[in-house]
């Protein structure tokens, strides 16, 4: 059959029932890559998307590889025979494994020429399969007897050599913690063979570039797995081929990327230098033998090699980081290692210093650890060099013009370095730092440049200085409040940024305050300084809110001006977050009118959009106001005593019709509404009891907009008020009556084909609102006959491997079981023993057996320690049923995998069921699931 190079598939073409012809695939792999019109090549990538996870790609990939039409067609069908292996390889009868096995062999052997993408993705297929294929025994031995002696077959004998270790640990694979054992072992024992074939290719290679990087990915393959015995390779000539690649000038850039790789690989297998001391030592010498070739690199400008160069010296240095620690300049503490990470910090571009950052910030955290004033000493000349180079790769070029940017290459890069600089200042003395910065500044007259890039390391440091009583602090703020307005803009902009971080000292002298304040406001009415200066205002409004007291008429005018200002959206925020900081420190009989002045420019604002979208019938987006209301509600704060009306209560009653409206008029747009959620949220927490006249319009609101719009806000919001309300025994029906309301439309929603999976916002925010029941009033939840059906939509969640929803589900269960357990000495104790009892009794087998099916089969590790709380509840609440129900979930746990391997013994079933059931502390269950369920991945 003949295909048109370029298809223009008509929208109803692929809709064939049963298995689809050869053309018919072809055709729509000729549409995906070469269809100009979009819409084409997305409805063929639909359709074989939908092939490629059907029983008939098994048939179809071999079809489409044997005839080996051209490179798109056998890509697609060697990636689908790659990806069924990987996912799918249950769908496959044993008996047709070794049919497999044979087939991929050909047509590897037969494609070799095609396209090296084609023979990776073959090369993993049979990786994969070996894998999994339990009766393929010794697949190293027998790959290595069929293609060694035959030249042409030794690209993708080595593919094949290079990708198997990689699978080993795939996340793709659900091979389990037996079989992989089996298999390393395998490996371990005919590494040598492999290192020994590759050896061979490596001296025969000559002027073969290509080979040689196969050759050197292959071993560092080998190496990542860590089954390479140690005298073997620190004997082998492989390792001084090595070495000699990377020492040799005129090495290309690919291989010598290679040959980095590979020693990387090797430092990182042996970092337990212990048990690996032959290997250790060889690389050891080996690597220090790189400084010369280092240093010829950045004589040519070879930037490539002299960060493949960094990247080997930094990653010696964190193999032999414990031996440097432990016996700094003994033996393989030799502390030319880090003389090599110097040089390259000291290196024109800061891309090269930045490769070594995580070893620094490793050696800072070991110190600290050991907390030794002698080794601190050792290392401390060390940190000091380093910081100089830092302070130097943070100038900006002298012609730079503006204010430093933050989120380009450069500025994440100096946003690093101030991470780096707070982590290791404790060797070398946060006030000695900041003081010998100072006086570098003092000194003399340093170009711009070098007095901004000192100014940002200052800044980075500040916070870490005792600010009592330090003349030397207080002289470089007085100093900077002095800076004339002709310095450099990103001088000015690094000063405020300075000033920002010193407020704990302007706290400390409050005379300082009042320069320092004028000094911001000018930068405030400068566009480019404007949200800088903003940021710094509110750091000192959060540290001097006692001193700020007096000067909030002032931040009240600032507010009241905020949009003529050129602030950044969260600079603005900031401001009002300062604002509201000091608002709450006011006398209590001043907030109210003063809370009312600072909300009024917000609620106008919202007024006059409200009015011009009904006149105009258009919509307008009222987020930014309802934002700054949202941080200023959340931060007035006052300290409101027993019997006192909260100020802020009238304030928040006079906004709600607002807000109220608000919600109305946006009610379909899931942005804004929940924004005014978020807004009402902090509205109820800042006033607490105070907003009671609040909760029945709300509620009412909620639940009749959530009926036809589900916005998850809303469930979250509903927490909120049971939180606030759920034990004030005159809201608990109401309270219950809305969360009926509100879990209605919710399980619809979650019932939907892959409903939880869409909705994971949902089931997240539904379960942070039934845990708040539990919390405050579980009886009157578990008395309710929405319960069944919470359990029901819980039970099924327990799968959603989304980390909030997951761990709101969690939560739930655990805690509604735990109030049958805590007696807390309350009077319905007994009645919440007998409820949970009841509830335990009727969906404590499901709830179990589903819990251990998702720890094996459907859940991340991150999420096992709160599946393990839940079964430690279980457990203590009923410890002899727990025992019985656990027995049951295991006996239905498969013993074996697709492709015929044991996946769990009786004696680890029994092994695991007793650790859990004797244990006495929670994370003891942990440990056991962690242990099980690597069994099954």
Same mark, same amino acid.
């Given at each position: 059959?003949?295909?048109?190079?370029?298809?223009?598939?008509?929208?109803?073409?692929? &809709?064939?029932?049963?298995?689809?012809?050869?053309?018919?695939?072809?055709?729509?792999?000729?549409?995906?890559?070469?269809?100009?019109?979009?819409?084409?090549?997305?409805?063929?990538?639909?359709?074989?998307?939908?092939?490629?996870?059907?029983?008939?790609?098994?048939?179809?990939?071999?079809?489409?590889?044997?005839?080996?039409?051209?490179?798109?067609?056998?890509?697609?069908?060697?990636?689908?025979?790659?990806?069924?292996?990987?996912?799918?390889?249950?769908?496959?009868?044993?008996?047709?494994?070794?049919?497999?096995?044979?087939?991929?062999?050909?047509?590897?052997?037969?494609?070799?020429?095609?396209?090296?993408?084609?023979?990776?993705?073959?090369?993993?297929?049979?990786?994969?399969?070996?894998?999994?294929?339990?009766?393929?025994?010794?697949?190293?031995?027998?790959?290595?007897?069929?293609?060694?002696?035959?030249?042409?077959?030794?690209?993708?004998?080595?593919?094949?050599?290079?990708?198997?270790?990689?699978?080993?640990?795939?996340?793709?694979?659900?091979?389990?913690?037996?079989? #992989?054992?089996?298999?390393?072992?395998?490996?371990?024992?005919?590494?040598?063979?492999?290192?020994?074939?590759?050896?061979?290719?490596?001296?025969?290679?000559?002027?073969?570039?290509?080979?040689?990087?196969?050759?050197?990915?292959?071993?560092?393959?080998?190496?990542?797995?860590?089954?390479?015995?140690?005298?073997?390779?620190?004997?082998?000539?492989?390792?001084?081929?090595l070495f000699q690649v990377l020492q040799r000038d005129e090495t290309s850039t690919n291989l010598h990327e290679a040959a980095?790789?590979?020693?990387?690989?090797?430092?990182?297998?042996?970092?337990?230098?212990?048990?690996?001391?032959? @290997?250790?030592?060889?690389? +050891?010498?080996?690597?220090?033998?790189?400084?010369?070739?280092?240093?010829?690199?950045?004589?040519?400008?070879?930037?490539?090699?002299?960060?493949?160069?960094? #990247?080997?010296?930094?990653?010696?240095?964190? &193999?032999?980081?414990?031996?440097?620690?432990?016996?700094?300049? @003994?033996?393989?503490?030799?502390?030319?290692?880090?003389?090599?990470?110097?040089?390259?910090?000291?290196?024109?571009?800061?891309?090269?210093?930045?490769?070594? +950052?995580?070893?620094?910030?490793?050696?800072?955290?070991?110190?600290?650890?050991?907390?030794?004033?002698?080794?601190?000493?050792?290392?401390?000349?060390? $940190?000091?060099?380093?910081?100089?180079?830092?302070?130097?790769?943070?100038?900006?070029?002298?012609?730079?013009?503006?204010?430093?940017?933050?989120?380009?290459?450069?500025?994440?890069?100096?946003?690093?370095?101030?991470?780096?600089?707070?982590?290791?200042? +404790?060797?070398v003395g946060s006030m000695e730092c900041f003081s010998q910065l100072y006086s570098t500044l003092k000194e003399g007259n340093?170009?711009?440049?070098?007095?901004?890039?000192?100014?940002?390391?200052?800044?980075?440091?500040?916070?870490?200085?005792?600010?009592?009583?330090?003349?030397?602090?207080?002289?470089?703020?007085?100093?900077?409040?002095?800076?004339?307005?002709?310095?450099?803009?990103?001088?000015?902009?690094?000063?405020?940024?300075?000033?920002?971080?010193?407020?704990?000292?302007?706290?400390?002298?409050?005379?300082?305050?009042?320069?320092?304040?004028?000094?911001?406001?000018?930068?405030?009415?400068?566009?480019p300084l404007a949200s800088v200066a903003a940021k710094a205002i509110h750091n000192i409004c959060s540290v001097c809110r006692?001193?700020?007291?007096?000067?909030?008429?002032?931040?009240?005018?600032?507010?009241?001006?905020?949009?003529?200002?050129?602030?950044?959206?969260?600079?603005?925020?900031?401001?009002?977050?300062?604002?509201?900081?000091?608002?709450?420190?006011?006398?209590?009989?001043? $907030?109210?009118?003063?809370?009312?002045?600072?909300?009024?420019?917000?609620?106008?604002?919202?007024?006059?959009?409200?009015?011009?979208?009904?006149?105009?019938?258009?919509?307008?987006?009222?987020?930014?106001?309802?934002?700054?209301?949202?941080?200023?509600?959340?931060?007035?704060?006052?300290?409101?005593?027993?019997?006192?009306?909260?100020?802020?209560?009238?304030?928040?009653?006079? $906004?709600?019709?607002?807000?109220?409206?608000?919600?109305?008029?946006?009610?379909?747009?899931?942005?804004?509404?929940?924004?005014?959620?978020?807004?009402?949220?902090?509205?109820?927490?800042?006033?607490?009891?105070?907003?009671?006249?609040?909760?029945?319009?709300?509620?009412?609101?909620?639940?009749?907009?959530?009926?036809?719009?589900?916005?998850?806000?809303?469930?979250?919001?509903?927490?909120?008020?049971?939180?606030?309300?759920?034990?004030?025994?005159?809201?608990?029906?109401?309270?219950?009556?809305?969360?009926?309301?509100?879990?209605?439309?919710? +399980?619809?929603?979650?019932?939907?084909?892959?409903?939880?999976?869409?909705?994971?916002? &949902?089931?997240?925010?539904?379960?942070?609102?039934?845990?708040?029941?539990?919390?405050?009033?579980?009886?009157?939840?578990?008395?309710?006959?929405?319960?069944?059906?919470?359990?029901?939509?819980?039970?099924?969640?327990?799968?959603?491997?989304?980390?909030?929803?997951?761990?709101?589900?969690?939560?739930?269960?655990?805690?509604?079981?735990?109030?049958?357990?805590?007696?807390?000495?309350?009077?319905?104790?007994?009645?919440?023993?007998?409820?949970?009892?009841?509830?335990?009794?009727?969906?404590?087998?499901?709830?179990?057996?589903?819990?251990?099916?998702?720890?094996?089969?459907?859940?991340?590790?991150?999420?096992?320690?709160?599946?393990?709380?839940?079964?430690?509840?279980?457990?203590?609440?009923?410890?002899?049923?727990?025992? #019985?129900?656990?027995?049951?979930?295991?006996?239905?746990?498969?013993?074996?995998?697709?492709?015929?391997?044991?996946?769990?013994?009786?004696?680890?079933?029994?092994?695991?069921?007793?650790?859990?059931?004797?244990?006495?502390?929670?994370?003891?269950?942990?440990?056991?699931?962690?242990?099980?369920? #690597?069994?099954?991945?």
């Open positions: 059959y003949i295909v048109p190079a370029v298809s223009l598939i008509p929208r109803g073409l692929y &809709t064939c029932c049963g298995k689809p012809n050869l053309p018919l695939v072809y055709q729509a792999v000729q549409a995906l890559y070469h269809d100009p019109d979009p819409a084409g090549k997305e409805r063929a990538s639909v359709w074989l998307g939908e092939l490629q996870r059907s029983m008939y790609a098994w048939e179809i990939s071999d079809q489409l590889l044997q005839l080996k039409q051209d490179v798109e067609s056998c890509y697609f069908a060697a990636q689908t025979m790659k990806m069924k292996i990987q996912t799918s390889f249950y769908e496959l009868p044993p008996e047709t494994h070794t049919a497999l096995r044979d087939s991929l062999l050909s047509h590897i052997q037969n494609l070799k020429d095609l396209s090296p993408i084609i023979v990776t993705q073959l090369a993993l297929a049979i990786a994969d399969l070996a894998l999994q294929m339990a009766s393929w025994k010794g697949c190293v031995q027998t790959l290595i007897e069929k293609y060694s002696n035959d030249v042409s077959s030794m690209p993708f004998l080595i593919e094949i050599l290079t990708v198997l270790p990689e699978e080993v640990h795939s996340r793709s694979l659900r091979i389990g913690a037996n079989r #992989r054992t089996e298999i390393i072992e395998d490996l371990a024992y005919y590494s040598t063979t492999v290192v020994t074939l590759l050896m061979t290719c490596a001296e025969k290679s000559g002027h073969d570039e290509k080979m040689l990087i196969k050759v050197f990915r292959c071993l560092g393959s080998w190496f990542n797995l860590g089954v390479l015995d140690n005298n073997f390779m620190a004997n082998n000539q492989l390792l001084m081929i980095s790789d590979c020693v990387c690989s090797a430092l990182y297998a042996i970092e337990n230098v212990a048990v690996h001391m032959p @290997l250790a030592m060889q690389l +050891f010498q080996g690597v220090l033998s790189l400084e010369t070739a280092y240093h010829m690199a950045v004589a040519r400008e070879d930037l490539d090699k002299v960060l493949n160069y960094c #990247r080997i010296f930094t990653e010696l240095c964190e &193999t032999f980081l414990e031996m440097t620690v432990r016996t700094p300049g @003994l033996g393989m503490g030799d502390l030319r290692i880090l003389e090599l990470l110097l040089i390259c910090a000291g290196h024109p571009q800061y891309e090269v210093v930045e490769i070594s +950052f995580n070893f620094w910030y490793r050696l800072g955290e070991h110190l600290y650890k050991m907390n030794d004033p002698a080794l601190h000493r050792v290392f401390k000349p060390y $940190i000091q060099r380093l910081l100089h180079s830092l302070a130097r790769h943070c100038q900006l070029d002298a012609d730079h013009e503006g204010v430093p940017e933050d989120t380009d290459d450069f500025g994440e890069f100096r946003m690093r370095v101030s991470d780096l600089v707070k982590d290791v200042i +404790f060797l340093p170009p711009w440049e070098v007095t901004e890039a000192v100014l940002f390391i200052m800044a980075s440091i500040a916070k870490s200085i005792d600010p009592e009583n330090n003349p030397t602090l207080t002289e470089v703020l007085e100093q900077i409040v002095l800076l004339p307005e002709t310095v450099h803009l990103a001088v000015r902009y690094t000063s405020i940024e300075l000033v920002g971080e010193m407020s704990e000292v302007i706290d400390r002298n409050p005379c300082m305050l009042d320069p320092v304040l004028n000094f911001l406001m000018k930068g405030l009415r400068e566009k006692d001193h700020m007291a007096q000067h909030f008429q002032g931040l009240l005018n600032i507010a009241r001006l905020l949009d003529s200002f050129a602030l950044s959206t969260d600079a603005a925020v900031g401001l009002l977050k300062g604002t509201a900081l000091v608002l709450a420190r006011l006398p209590l009989e001043k $907030i109210a009118e003063c809370l009312n002045d600072l909300c009024a420019v917000q609620v106008m604002a919202l007024r006059k959009l409200l009015a011009q979208d009904s006149s105009s019938g258009k919509s307008s987006d009222p987020t930014v106001w309802l934002d700054r209301l949202a941080v200023i509600f959340r931060h007035t704060n006052p300290i409101v005593e027993n019997g006192q009306t909260h100020p802020c209560q009238k304030v928040i009653q006079e $906004i709600w019709p607002v807000l109220s409206e608000t919600l109305n008029a946006h009610q379909n747009d899931n942005r804004i509404v929940e924004r005014c959620c978020r807004c009402l949220r902090f509205a109820v927490r800042c006033v607490g009891k105070g907003s009671a006249s609040l909760l029945q319009p709300l509620v009412t609101q909620m639940v009749s907009v959530y009926q036809v719009y589900p916005h998850s806000c809303f469930l979250y919001l509903g927490s909120i008020l049971v939180d606030e309300y759920g034990m004030e025994e005159g809201c608990r029906q109401g309270l219950l009556d809305m969360l009926q309301a509100l879990c209605m439309p919710t +399980f619809q929603l979650l019932e939907q084909p892959n409903g939880l999976r869409n909705h994971p916002d &949902t089931v997240d925010d539904l379960f942070r609102l039934v845990t708040r029941f539990v919390q405050r009033s579980p009886v009157t939840l578990v008395n309710s006959s929405i319960i069944v059906h919470i359990i029901q939509c819980a039970i099924a969640s327990t799968t959603l491997d989304h980390r909030d929803a997951n761990c709101s589900v969690m939560k739930f269960i655990r805690d509604l079981i735990h109030t049958g357990v805590t007696n807390d000495h309350e009077d319905d104790f007994e009645v919440r023993k007998r409820l949970i009892g009841q509830v335990m009794e009727q969906h404590g087998q499901q709830l179990v057996t589903q819990l251990i099916n998702t720890c094996c089969f459907c859940l991340p590790p991150y999420t096992l320690p709160d599946v393990a709380e839940v079964l430690w509840e279980i457990m203590v609440f009923d410890r002899p049923t727990f025992c #019985r129900w656990l027995e049951t979930a295991l006996k239905g746990l498969p013993k074996e995998t697709a492709g015929g391997a044991l996946t769990v013994t009786h004696k680890q079933l029994t092994d695991f069921h007793k650790q859990v059931t004797s244990a006495e502390e929670c994370k003891q269950v942990c440990w056991a699931i962690r242990e099980f369920t #690597r069994l099954y991945r």
